[in-house]
């Protein structure tokens, strides 16, 4: 009996009356149900009685519930059912008159999220558009707020699982409901007739929930008719309490229930609706004949009726859906979304933060986008204003100054770009998938393995997101949520289980940890090298493609990746298509003479790069043997220096390479500008993640020749690439000079040169008439030598180089292999200091004299050489003597000079001639280097 109580004010809350066959009171109710049902009908409509077969009627005010949960047994005589009234059109009343007069806005949760939102919906309603024949605002139940967390339309979903578990906290949900409510039309209505009005209608609702819920919670169950009625009060709510706040403000404004309105039945598969446009459109003009015309409507989202009258949703994004729906049904002129993002992103910008706002982009490209889970309408959204050509613009209700994205035809679109269409209009990822793989040769050929392959997956509740299958038939994959790729396994498995045994089939897998990237637009119909545009940015930021698929129309190149590589290839395709200047992030190690000097280079050129030249160079990091410096958006290379020592933190190289790798700029680089063996020992871990490697740092090059191979294999084998032409001859062209060479098909015989600017400047000056230790010390005091000038004179910087030349020259020869005449005295290499050294070198003058004066009188000059015999296949460094009209024995000052012999250039050299050492110098050529490197990422040359 309680029960039926329950049930039957449930019914009656949501308009439902009982037909009976004998026109009493079903004998299973109790005695006083009839009285109550009496009682509560003044509340939501008339009772009428139908002389048809002595029906009894309630004909709702408020909208029709669907059928009531009560067991069969209990109706042996008795069906209840919702019965909704005809529209009721005035004999000969003219339709309502549509058109483009009208301007339609659908406010989101978190525009009528508090009280000062509504406020701000309202006053937007009233001011915006005015010239318009009339406006209609659709509105969501009220989302949450940080003085209100409240989110309406989840609470009221908890409510209802809550009442089937038959959980009595959902009475708590309840009161909170009410008092979100009542607090927010306290605020925005004040002490007023109209606050009174709506905290009764609020309070009767409240009481009539209470009642459905009891009885779901009693069943135990709900129906998807029962959740439908209940979840729609948030609409309901929002949209009355934002129309009494608009008639506050003098509008001419009414409410409109579009459960009155829209008429849908649902799709096939039952995740939507559609529109049944005659019996919408009926009700429309029976609507407008009931309330007259008004300049301000305030509509429900969300919510309509079905075929049968029976309350409902417009399921997913059902609110957007009400919204074009009732532009269409309108023919308004345009549909404006507001919400909380500026519009459509070419790339989701918590990802990208380089992401632009897209001025527009037609429907197809929306629905694209969409797919992939871009914050975009969708695809069903934009079908009723497509069908009736109405540009829909998504707004930003907190940026009122922002334009956002229209949405609209293809002519349109092109109009809002001049004509100049981006190829690509955005980019989108769906993360965590799964790749499934069919493989066998026994699919060759055989018609119907596809079919049965994706009838098994739709069999088994799996969404498909792509598919891919190679011309040979030997395999299909496609790709679904990680989640059920365990289960397509297992279904396919037991579908394909014979064919497996007997071999034809051989093999069935998910891999796991994918990410499908999908390009966009319109503009890729007919554009030649699109793909390989996306496909070449994707290799050179260093990540692997899975699969490939794109449809016939051209809009969409989809793509599967490593879900690890997800934002890097996001944002590598971003910048390709999107961002005028190629991006670099850059990390630089060792910001002594060279290192300071690039950085000012680097500083007093960026501009006039990122204009002229279409490259953006950004410093993401600086770090010294004990400090480093990190900056996600760039380190302010005007201040650097003093932003290095304030905000530096101690030095941790794998930090520092992991925050490069992870970057939001797609390519990243490492330039080493020290002279430490401690950098060149991650290069090969650094080109691994991705992040290319620029050096003058020697050590590598000349380090052990397995080392050096595997850094050369990775470039090879990868687009992350290893620069150092500073390694020999600073910023002289040797490496690049000699690489040409080989790299054309000439045959290089000998390499040689005066590869020390200090050698350089010592022999240059020296001579019969002054002593060795005096030009030493010259050269020290006006710094061309190291602080100890036994490195120099030892020979092994200019042996490094020429294990580099000979490496580049195709010999395999480790630093040992070559012999160096140093030009320390035995006896003073092993000395504590340089000091004692300068101090007892000239003991040594005597020797280093003889030699000098023995070239002298050879009408010779001595230089320090270092040699690469191609032909023998070995190197040497040591003194030369050359006659006075040698190219080597013209220098000046600290002057490198390389000459190369080749089979093209045998009778004259090939010369290279120039300053070898200074930071500027040794700075310019990494900075070449840089420059190099960005035009292979795609910066025009």
């Not at 309350?311 to 919400?339: E, M, P, Q, V, Y």
């Not at 079919?451 to 030997?474: H, L, P």
């Not at 579908?495 to 071999?503: C, L, P, T, W, Y």
């Amino acid at each position: 009996e309680q029960f039926s109580k329950m049930l039957l004010r449930a019914n009656c809350a949501a308009g439902l009356g009982c037909k009976a066959s004998s026109g009493k009171t079903p004998a299973a109710a109790p005695a006083n149900v009839a009285g109550f049902t009496a009682q509560h009908s003044a509340c939501f409509g008339k009772a009428s009685s139908s002389t048809r077969n002595h029906h009894h009627v309630i004909t709702p005010l408020l909208p029709s519930c669907p059928a009531p949960l009560m067991p069969q047994a209990a109706h042996s005589s008795a069906i209840c059912r919702a019965v909704v009234a005809p529209a009721e059109t005035e004999a000969g009343g003219a339709p309502f008159q549509r058109g483009s007069g009208w301007a339609l806005h659908k406010f989101g949760g978190t525009c009528m999220a508090a009280a000062e939102r509504i406020a701000g919906a309202s006053k937007l309603m009233i001011d915006i558009n005015p010239d318009a024949e009339g406006k209609v605002a659709v509105v969501s139940a009220m989302g949450s707020h940080p003085t209100s967390p409240l989110k309406v339309t989840d609470v009221i979903l908890q409510m209802i699982a809550k009442a089937e578990r038959q959980d009595q906290r959902f009475l708590l949900d309840l009161a909170a409901l009410q008092d979100k409510h009542v607090d927010s039309a306290k605020e925005l209505l004040g002490e007023s007739k109209e606050l009174t009005y709506f905290v009764g209608r609020l309070l009767e609702d409240i009481n009539n929930l209470k009642a459905m819920l009891n009885a779901m919670s009693i069943a135990g169950m709900t129906t998807e008719a029962f959740s439908d009625y209940v979840v729609g009060h948030g609409e309901l709510w929002s949209a009355q309490l934002m129309a009494l706040y608009c008639q506050q403000l003098g509008a001419d404004c009414v409410f409109m229930d579009t459960r009155d309105v829209l008429v849908v039945s649902p799709t096939s598969d039952g995740t939507s609706v559609d529109l049944v446009e005659d019996a919408s459109n009926a009700r429309l003009d029976a609507w407008f004949q009931k309330h007259g015309s008004h300049k301000l409507i305030i509509a429900t989202g969300f919510i309509a009726k079905n075929v049968e009258g029976k309350i409902t949703t417009l399921k997913r994004n059902g609110s957007d859906l009400s919204a074009t729906t009732l532009g269409a049904l309108f023919r308004c002129g345009h549909i404006s979304i507001w919400t909380d993002v500026d519009g459509v992103y070419s790339a989701d910008p918590r990802k990208v933060p380089e992401a632009v706002c897209l001025p527009s982009m037609t429907y197809h490209e929306a629905w694209e986008m969409s797919y992939f889970g871009a914050n975009v309408l969708h695809p069903r959204t934009t079908l009723p204003a497509m069908k009736y050509n109405i540009p829909i613009t998504i707004r930003n209700f907190f940026r009122l100054e922002a334009p956002g994205t229209r949405v609209s035809d293809v002519v349109s679109d092109s109009q809002a770009y001049g004509g100049h269409d981006p190829t690509v209009k955005g980019f989108a990822t769906i993360d965590n998938v799964s790749l499934i793989s069919i493989e066998g040769t026994g699919m060759v050929g055989v018609p119907g393995i596809a079919s049965t392959i994706f009838f098994t997956v739709r069999d088994a509740n799996i969404n498909v997101i792509m598919i891919s299958q190679a011309s040979s038939e030997q395999s299909i994959c496609f790709a679904v949520k990680q989640a059920d790729g365990p289960a397509a396994v297992r279904a396919l498995s037991r579908r394909f289980a014979e064919s497996i045994n007997a071999g034809r089939v051989s093999k069935v897998e998910a891999i796991e940890g994918c990410c499908v990237l999908a390009a966009v637009g319109q503009g890729m119909v007919n554009t030649k090298g699109v793909s390989a545009t996306m496909m070449g940015a994707l290799a050179k930021a260093n990540v692997n493609i899975k699969a490939i698929a794109q449809g016939s129309s051209e809009y969409n190149i989809t793509v599967l990746v490593d879900q690890k590589d997800s934002e890097r290839a996001l944002r590598a395709v971003h910048s390709r298509f999107y961002l005028s200047a190629t991006p670099l992030g850059i990390g630089l190690i060792g910001p002594g003479l060279i290192g300071g000097a690039l950085l000012e280079q680097i500083r007093d050129q960026a501009e006039t790069l990122r204009k002229d030249f279409a490259i953006d160079l950004r410093v993401l990091g600086i770090a010294s043997s004990k400090t480093m410096l990190l900056q996600e958006k760039g380190v302010d290379l005007e201040n650097w220096r003093e932003e290095f020592q304030q905000r530096g933190r101690p030095v941790d190289l794998k930090a520092f390479s992991s925050a490069l790798a992870t970057s939001y700029i797609p390519n990243c680089v490492i330039i080493d500008c020290t002279a430490s063996d401690a950098p060149p020992a991650s290069y090969l871990e650094w080109m691994k993640q991705g992040i290319h490697v620029v050096t003058p740092n020697k050590k590598l090059g000349s380090g052990p020749l397995a080392q050096y191979q595997d850094i050369k294999q990775v470039g090879r084998n990868s687009y992350t690439h290893f620069f150092y032409e500073g390694t020999v001859g600073a910023g002289l062209p040797v490496i690049g000079t000699l690489k040409h060479l080989v790299e054309t098909g000439d045959k290089v015989e000998k390499v040689e040169g005066i590869f020390s600017g200090t050698l350089s400047y010592i022999f240059n000056t020296f001579g019969s008439e002054r002593p060795f230790s005096e030009v030493v010390a010259d050269a020290k005091v006006n710094g061309y030598t190291e602080p100890d000038p036994r490195d120099d004179l030892n020979g092994t910087d200019v042996a490094r180089k020429v294990t580099i030349l000979a490496r580049e020259c195709g010999l395999q020869l480790e630093l040992s292999d070559i012999p160096i005449e140093s030009l320390v005295p035995e006896a003073l290499r092993g000395l504590n200091s340089s000091e004692e050294y300068m101090a007892r070198l000239p003991e040594f003058d005597a020797e280093m004299g003889r030699l000098a004066a023995e070239a002298e009188a050879s009408g010779e000059v001595l230089r320090y050489v270092g040699t690469v015999d191609v032909q023998n296949k070995t190197g040497s460094v040591g003194l030369k003597q050359y006659p006075r009209n040698h190219a080597f024995a013209q220098l000046e000052g600290s002057d490198n000079i390389i000459s190369f012999q080749t089979s093209r250039y045998k009778r004259q050299p090939l010369f290279i001639r120039g300053p070898g050492a200074g930071a500027d110098v040794t700075a310019g050529g990494v900075f070449s280097d840089l420059l190099k490197l960005a035009a292979y990422l795609g910066a025009p040359s």
